[in-house]
């Protein structure tokens, strides 16, 4: 089947936040311009046509659904009993960082990244530790001598990790996942790996489920992750989190419960079934247009904006532009984006001080957006470099 990913469908007065500024070009927000999977829209237009929206237990469909697709898309053997359903990695997560500390630990982050990690660390009143990654020739790699150090802190509690990563769109190699774990189970730190962008990942790399490293890894981590970046159904507010270690589980369940936050809609339901359960030809097909995007943007700065490095896109559909040549602040760059050119970027500062000078740039769009896009992004560009 084929699917037209070149479609320009018309967002505004919707309800989007990604398209809430009239006449903008919105590039900034992990949000995608494509409609689902055909199976998904079908599933919930039978499940609307019901017209009755009562109370729904999540069936045991929905749990063999993650567990199959778990086992042919990253081959990891879920336990049924390790997953829990919640309305989003976010609320999960910080339930996790709520369970598993107390006022005044401290969590370590891994800088640029994403930027609710630090509200979560924020919001649990611990205290911030940053591992800042590595930057080095359009590379980033984890400063692991650093978070040996930091690690040991016996006040440090928890470790939030982005696999794979966002907004460097880097996929973790299995021997780097090791190392960090075998940092993290020597200081008593427990992982907490998002991995909700684990299906977008390009050509010959291979997500690595943190989970998946054995038993000492897995019993001391916790994975987050749902269909919503994968197959675009954030709105539905659908995901889960599993982890091997019965005594976590049973604590972040017990926040969840606490905030009424365990039961999902009839659609969100719905939606994940269909989409694991036949959504994986739109997937592939998706990703082969989202790296076709990434390769006209890589070419399109080659030719236009050679001082602008771009990151090696291995995972995600977020590129990370370096904007180093302009010499002033990504917040800076992005106003004067929106202010001139009409463009709405992602500021490199959001993930933290090492990502100051950075752009993070949204190329799941139809391609005439993204051309669009890229034009005005050359034109602002080359006026703020000759200013």
């Known amino acids: 089947m084929k699917y037209n990913f070149d479609e320009l469908i018309d967002r505004s007065n919707t309800g989007s936040v990604k398209w809430s500024k009239p006449d903008v070009l919105p590039m900034w927000v992990a949000d995608m311009d494509f409609k689902t999977v055909p199976e998904v829209t079908e599933a919930l237009i039978s499940r609307a046509s019901q ?10 469909s929905f749990y063999d659904a993650i567990q199959r697709w778990w086992m042919k898309r990253h081959t990891f053997r879920l336990e049924k009993d390790w997953i829990v359903a919640t309305p989003g990695v976010m609320p999960a997560l910080a339930a996790a960082v709520d369970a598993l500390t107390a006022e005044g630990d401290k969590i370590i982050v891994q800088p640029p990244v994403y930027n609710h990690f630090f509200m979560t660390v924020k919001q649990s009143h611990c205290e911030l530790v940053e591992n800042n990654l590595l930057y080095d020739n359009g590379s980033y790699q984890i400063d692991f001598e650093d978070l040996e150090r930091k690690a040991a802190d016996p006040a440090v509690k928890l470790l939030l990790f982005s696999n794979p990563h966002n907004p460097a769109g880097r996929v973790w190699r299995k021997a780097e996942l090791q190392r960090l774990g075998e940092i993290c189970i020597r200081h008593n730190v427990v992982v907490l790996s998002d991995e909700i962008h684990s299906d977008l990942v390009y050509g010959d790399f291979k997500h690595v489920p943190f989970a998946s490293l054995g038993e000492a890894y897995a019993r001391n981590s916790m994975t987050f ?9 954030a709105g539905l507010q659908v995901a889960y989190f599993f982890t091997e270690n019965e005594a976590f589980r049973k604590m972040v369940r017990e926040i969840l419960t606490k905030w009424e936050m365990t039961a999902l809609n009839v659609f969100a339901i719905d939606s994940l079934i269909a989409a694991y359960e036949k959504g994986e030809p739109w997937l592939e097909s998706l990703k082969t247009y989202l790296y076709a995007n990434y390769q006209y943007l890589a070419d399109f700065c080659s030719q236009h904006l050679p001082d602008f490095p771009v990151i090696p896109l291995e995972s995600t559909y977020l590129v990370w532009l370096d904007c180093t040549a302009l010499e002033m602040p990504s ?13 709405w970027l992602q500021a490199g500062i959001k993930y933290g001080l090492p990502g100051d000078q950075f752009l993070r740039i949204n190329i799941a769009c139809p391609r005439h957006l993204l ?8 034109r602002e560009s080359k006026r703020l470099l000759n200013s």
């Not at 917040?331 to 463009?343: G, P, Q, R, V, W």
């Not at 051309?371 to 050359?378: K, M, N």
């Open 371 to 378: 051309e669009e896009g890229l034009t005005r992004l050359a």
């Open 51 to 60: 017209g009755i929206f009562g109370y729904s237990e999540i069936s045991d």
């Open 225 to 233: 992750s749902s269909p919503s970046k994968t197959f675009n159904l």
């Open 331 to 343: 917040s800076t760059i992005a106003d004067k984006m929106l202010e001139h050119e009409n463009l």
